[in-house]
């Protein structure tokens, strides 16, 4: 059997939906960007690709993954779009190593996309206020049938707020956690250790200039602990309620792909392997316990890996809110040290499609600076579910 192994990684800058760089620029442009640089970087020739598998969410349906290769000039390649919300782009790559292991594709470019400022949009007015005043915000389909303990789109109470219950995690603890993503997510920035993953963009502006968008721009450079605590609940309603726009993640925009192949095509074409693909799992709990399926799902993945949390060098562990990495490092007894080295979703955002995805680049690259070991890519996704990929540099 093929061993599935990635010869290429590569992301965006994440920038803030509705007022950021990437305001402007479409699901399918970044779609279509983050496609060509993959294939560019695996230094395989596009006529070889056999499939690309973009995760999208809130896209309204289509298939960005298909549009984006006919963009690309690569017409003969077909295109499937995935969707296990906040896991989908871990599901395109765990989906594009099972064919490759199956020996029956050679090369698949798999990954996400996810631009919520061009989203579709729910229109309308409201009755007795005059014809001309309109609401609109993001078109959002509910991700499970809603019940009082688990609203089907407000992931501050199934995911921040019911885990942080369950666990016992403090408010303190969790704006604790918040800062040190701020301040990791700025020290990777100002080391340039994302140069390396970051696909600059030429951004059209208002004014007709062109942004050279490069540097993610969620990340506060002079937050503090007093700041975060400063921040008022999401529901003062709640008695006790924890959850602030500081310890929960961002709502961005961004791309991250991967080109993954087979080890024997790779070594046959002269590639350069940056990684292989062990394995990966999904897991699936009640809505109301939606944050607790990362905690699951690692436990999930180690087991099928045949790994202890010691074997795992470095941890990506997505940060929809603080209190889902606290929950997965306390119950599985992680050195928090390793997990989110760079930041993660509340200080460098989360473009949910792109966000898997964006984890293993990262991991990708911040193991080959250290030389090599297993990686763990994790998180909790919509609906009650999770996914969990682990990588080997």
Known sequence: MAKPVIVSAVRTAIGRSFKGALVNV??????????????RRSGIDPAEVDDVILAELNYGGGDLARHAAVAAGMTGVPGQAVN???A?????IANAAAHISAGVERVIVAGGVQSLSTAPLMKWRVPGVGPDLEFREPWIPPSHP????A?????SITVGWNTAKKVGISRQEMDEWALRSHQRAIAAIDEGRFAEEILP???AQADGSVLDFAVDEHPRRDTTLERLA?????????????ITA???????DAAAAVTVTADDYAAGAGLEVLATVRTWANVAVTPADNGLAAVEVVGKVLDRAGLSVADVALWEINEAFASVPIAACRKHGIDESKVNFSGSGCSLGHPISASGARQVATLIYELRRRGGGIGVSAMCAGGGMGGALVIEV
């Open 201 to 203: 963009l030429k951004v």
């Open 146 to 149: 809603e019940t009082p303990d």
């Open 26 to 39: 479409a699901s399918e442009t970044l779609a279509t960007e983050i496609l060509t640089e993959a294939v």
């Open 246 to 252: 500081g310890n929960s993640s961002g709502i961005n």
């Open 151 to 155: 609203p089907a789109t407000d992931m």
């Open 84 to 86: 296990r919300h906040c």
């Open 88 to 92: 989908g782009s871990l599901t395109s």
């Open 230 to 242: 400063s921040l008022p609940v999401l529901h003062p309603g709640i008695e006790g309620f924890s």
